[in-house]
């Protein structure tokens, strides 16, 4: 009896300690903590993997030889992880400026929609591809941050809180380009000369020079996202702009004191986030597809919300989560092909990244209340209430 | 009235020698205070006295640093509310601790849940609520919802939820300052009957007409310390006033006669809501010209939050209008208001002062990061900030290892110190400080107050809002009361007395009738 109190009682004071650990660790360097949770979530798959009855060994051994096994395999690799860069930095902008924008699935196919109406416009083979390129991206771009203004203009006017106006949003979006694709009486988007429900090709002129003849073709579009991360991370860092990003994010109640226009800040942020996935969606309609389906972007939006999680929404880790995410699901054949191990294997690995780190935000969460309780919460109740 | 006098008195509380220290201020220091049997005890103080912590140490929500409690003779160490409780120690607090969508029997049995099996026995509880009600005379419905009744309603119903837990020492912090008139003469009548049916009761206020009318006896706290105790038969309106706001000068701020010049901040006839939507400010007319302090005293909660917001454009006005610098600036963004040349220190240091991660330097530009001198084509000149702050905090005295230091690792004084020096520095005409040294030790206090009087000196208006009575009188040149959202009363400060202040603060006359 007594002896099972004091084993609770240890394993409390154990999970005090790794609770700490984890707490310093996380101030100290961000990303150890998310490096800890991918091996966490190789480990726990592995147990898995060997109770499916399969070498758990074999099966990573298929996993990274899919992934960066060789030319073909990494540029597939890469070309898998552009989209991600962008649907992840679209949670990431917003989360700086303290919004938690979860649309980024919906406006991924707002800026795709866009992107493939103005790049099958009959006037688009007219163009050079210097100017049709960029044309195409633009609208892209354009159609994600109307469809990520949006729930920020609704914040401010209304109060609708952001999780729920995206969730909205991502529905109307979906259900929309669904059936402006479908459709075939009234022809809104439909090619009608193609069998699968899909929009016109877009004119050669708007096509992203291909770098790698891969499986899927590596092309130019990860310039552009990649640079895009690092403008990022230095509006985030070094801008006026970036800083009042921040300070919004940190404390709105004092940005408002400080004179910091917060509504325009909420807005801004939330139109830069829609727009970062709607040029991943613009750079994928012109350098993979060709044309818009909606089922291309399916779930993109919300592994972005994982990777930039993973990537504690810092843009430039953000590169190497995407990296990370893609690769994964493009090695994932390879894997089921030798091992027979399924490619959900793979899925499930990633949910438990996320689980991790997700959790350990929890921990975090109790502790900092915990915390609170001691001393500098009473502090504060002395100024207000003594 | 309970017999608080004779031999027969007999302690149910007795707080001994308690020291309780906070971060940067020691809010009670070597107090002591017995309740008898059946008596009522009011504690009386300025905001900031130190009345809510003593309580709260005796209801088990803070531990004391130094000294006993004892209940009924036996030394007590609470852990939390929760061994108060089960020592018959009840609470009420200024607000309440209700949850508006459930009905008042619901709230009353809330962690005290009477059930039949694994379901709510409502029908039982709402037989005990209903005879405590009787007993008592609190009038509560047990099936209304709690959200649809009025302040004093659920006040009653806060009380009864006390009584259910057995309380026989009930502590009341402030509990008249949200009712009408009216009700608070019902309340009195409740109080009455509690004790009349020996329960004790510790009341806390800072309105000295209610002390009398109901005390039996009275302890005085001022700066965390017992000043002074009294009878309700021995004490007057003016000697508890006295008391209350202590005949020591703190502070002897060295300044000149002021030299006013043009007006620099008028309102005419201001209103403003507060976030609730009650108007606290009702029509507030007032002018500050250039070189002079003019100090707003007041009862915290007579509206100043929301007049100083209203005029920094943090907060709408609901009619009249504010004039600064000769032109209108009613509802302008305070963007607008910091441009024209307005300062602002903000009462609250930690919600609206800093941003709290992020580091000196930020913060010492907070609202100025957007300058041509710190921002170049919407790029931020890092050079140029971290060279501003590295002055600052010379100029100022912020101890701390670096500007680039997290503002979060600093002391309240020295948060402080950083806020001053960026509101303080610049081309500013007119400055409206609030609560400037809430908290702070004497030298931050000293040398904050320096650098008001040197800006006045220089020729702003400075608009000082301030709940301490002290700061008021040291540092102001002429002296307005604010109460109930409007001043009850302008005079110079040469001229003011504490007492008269004290009055006018606490009753809106200088007569005290009302």
């Known amino acids: 009896m007594n002896g099972a109190r004091n084993a609770n009682a240890g394993i409390g004071r154990a999970a005090g300690q790794v609770h700490r650990v984890l707490t310093e660790a996380w101030r100290l360097q961000p990303l150890y903590v998310s490096l800890y949770a991918i091996l966490l979530s190789f480990v726990v798959g592995g147990v898995l993997i060997s109770i499916i009855g399969v070498n758990p060994f074999t099966a990573y051994w298929a996993l990274l030889r899919g992934m960066v096994g060789g030319g073909d395999e990494i540029a597939g690799s890469l070309a898998r992880s552009v989209p991600f860069i962008g649907s992840a930095l679209a949670l990431a902008f917003a989360f700086r400026a303290g919004l938690f924008n979860i649309g980024a699935e919906g406006q991924l196919l707002a800026g795709g929609v866009t992107a493939a109406y103005v790049g099958a416009l009959s006037w688009m083979s007219d163009l050079p591809g210097i100017v049709a390129i960029p044309l195409i991206l633009i609208a892209g771009t354009m159609g994600g941050a109307i469809w990520g203004g949006i729930p920020g203009v609704l914040r401010t006017k209304t109060g609708a809180h952001e999780v729920i106006s995206t969730i909205m949003l991502n529905s109307l979006v979906l259900f929309g380009v669904r059936w402006m694709v479908n459709s075939r009486d009234p022809v809104v988007l439909r090619d009608t000369e193609s069998t699968v429900p899909r929009t016109d090709p877009i004119s050669d002129t708007a096509v992203l020079p291909e770098l790698v003849d891969s499986q899927p073709v590596l092309h130019t579009g990860l310039f552009a996202l990649v640079g895009i991360c690092f403008v990022v991370a230095f509006v985030l860092k070094r801008t006026t702009f970036g800083f009042e990003v921040g300070t919004v994010g940190l404390n709105p109640h004092a940005s408002h004191y400080a004179g910091i226009n917060v509504n325009r800040v909420i807005v801004a942020s939330m139109a830069a986030s829609g727009a970062f996935a709607g040029l991943a969606a613009a750079s994928e309609i012109s350098g993979t597809n060709g044309f818009f389906q909606p089922g291309t972007f399916f779930l993109m939006g919300f592994d972005g919300i994982a990777i930039a999680l993973l990537a504690r929404t810092n843009p430039v880790a953000i590169i190497a989560a995407a990296l990370l995410w893609g690769s994964m699901l493009s090695g994932a054949p390879l894997m089921q092909q030798e091992a027979d191990v399924s490619i959900d294997v793979v899925r499930i690995i990633q949910a438990m990244v996320l689980l991790f780190v997700a959790a350990d935000a929890i921990v975090r969460y109790l502790f900092r209340v915990r915390e609170l309780d001691q001393s500098p919460f009473k502090a504060t109740s002395v100024e207000g209430a003594v | ?514």
């Open chain 2, 1 to 514: 009235m309970a017999q608080a006098s004779g031999g027969a008195a007999r302690p149910v509380l007795e707080v001994e020698g308690i020291t309780k220290a906070f971060p940067g201020v020691v809010a009670n220091d070597d107090v002591s205070l017995t309740l008898n049997q059946g008596e009522i005890h009011c504690l009386l103080g300025e905001n900031g006295a130190g009345k809510s912590t003593l309580v709260n140490m005796v209801f088990g929500l803070y531990r004391p640093d130094q000294g006993t409690i004892k209940v009924r003779g036996e030394e007590v160490h609470f852990e939390d509310s929760g061994d108060a409780i089960a020592r018959g120690i009840g609470m009420v607090h200024q607000h309440f601790q209700l949850i508006p969508v459930f009905t008042v029997a619901e709230n009353i049995i809330l962690g005290n849940e009477v059930t039949k099996g694994a379901f709510l026995d409502l029908d039982s509880a709402r037989r005990q609520i209903d005879s405590l009600a009787e007993r008592y005379g609190l009038a509560v419905d047990p099936d209304a919802t709690v959200g649809e009744l009025s302040v004093g309603e659920q006040q009653r119903v806060e009380l009864v939820k006390a009584l259910f837990r057995d309380a026989d020492i009930l502590i009341l912090d402030e509990p008249t300052a949200v009712l009408t008139p009216g009700e608070v003469d019902d309340f009195f009548g409740v109080v009455e009957s509690l004790t009349g049916q020996g329960k004790s009761i510790i009341f806390i206020t800072h309105k000295l007409r209610e002390v009398l009318a109901v005390a039996d006896r009275i302890t005085v706290l001022r700066a965390g310390r017992v000043v002074g105790t009294a009878t309700a038969e021995g004490a007057t309106q003016q000697s508890l006033a006295n008391l209350m706001v202590g005949r020591d000068v703190v502070f002897r701020v060295d300044k000149g006669e002021a030299d006013p010049g043009a007006p620099v901040l008028r309102t005419q006839g201001l209103r403003v809501a507060d976030d609730r939507g009650v108007e606290t400010v009702t029509g507030f007319d007032v002018e500050v010209r250039a070189g002079e302090i003019f100090g707003i005293a007041g009862v915290e909660g007579n509206g100043q939050r929301e007049l100083v917001e209203a005029v920094c454009g943090m907060r709408p006005t609901a009619g009249g209008r504010v004039e600064m610098l000769g032109q209108e600036t009613t509802d302008w963004s305070p963007r607008k208001i910091t441009e024209l040349g307005v300062a602002h220190v903000p009462e609250n240091r930690s919600k609206h002062g800093v941003v709290a991660q992020y580091t000196i330097a930020d913060n010492l530009v907070l609202n100025r990061y957007h300058h041509r001198k710190f921002s170049q084509r919407g790029v931020r000149n890092t050079a140029a900030i971290n060279a501003e702050a590295q002055e600052l905090v010379e100029q100022f005295d912020v101890r701390t290892p670096g500007v680039d230091a997290v503002i979060d690792t600093l002391s309240g004084g020295n948060q402080q110190k950083v806020i001053v020096a960026r509101e303080l520095t610049g081309d500013i005409k007119a400055l409206v400080v609030a609560q400037p040294t809430r908290g702070l030790d004497v030298g931050s206090i000293e040398f904050i107050h320096r650098k008001i009087i040197e800006l006045r000196d220089q020729g702003v208006a400075v608009l000082l809002v301030s709940a301490e009575l002290d700061e008021i009188l040291s540092l102001s040149d002429r002296i307005g009361v604010l109460y109930r959202g409007r001043l009850a009363g302008t005079v110079n400060a040469a001229d003011a007395t504490r007492e008269e202040l004290g009055l006018l603060m606490a009753t809106g006359s200088s007569e005290g009738q009302r």
